[in-house]
């Protein structure tokens, strides 16, 4: 059974950091694009970031753009997201997913793994 497992969600002020984390069980993801996305209360769940198979090729969403970063571990089947200057704004629950095909995650299409979620919340 594939697994996608975030963590390292919770509460920080406005401009502080956070790391999130996701580990990936069931299959390996090295030839697999992962990504996160997020979700705010009353919102639709909004593409944050993804990271090519290599690691080679990322996309962020502008609303984060220079703030954060996505790398990821092919050994440990992990990817992560380091979160910086962050904002009220960026409150949501965190998911991280995977797809085979980085252009088609950017757009939210062709997502095959889906984590169950973790909330960050920015105090301001």
């Known amino acids: 059974q594939v697994q996608l497992v975030e963590s390292g969600g919770g509460l920080v002020q406005a401009g502080g950091s956070l790391r999130l984390s996701c580990a990936a069980s069931g299959r390996t993801f090295s030839d697999y694009a992962l990504g996160w996305f997020r979700q705010a209360p009353g919102k639709e769940r909004e593409f944050v970031a993804v990271?090519?198979?290599?690691?080679?090729?990322?996309y962020y969403a502008d609303s984060v753009k220079g703030r954060f970063t996505i790398s990821k571990d092919n050994a440990k089947n992990q990817v992560f997201l380091q979160m910086n200057s962050l904002k009220p704004e960026d409150t949501a629950t965190y998911y991280c997913?995977?797809?085979?095909?980085?252009?088609?995650?950017?757009?939210?299409?062709?997502?095959?793994?889906w984590g169950q979620g973790t909330q960050v919340t920015v105090s301001s």
């Open positions: 990271i090519g198979w290599s690691g080679g090729i990322t």
């Open positions: 997913a995977g797809g085979p095909v980085i252009l088609y995650l950017r757009a939210s299409r062709g997502i095959q793994y």
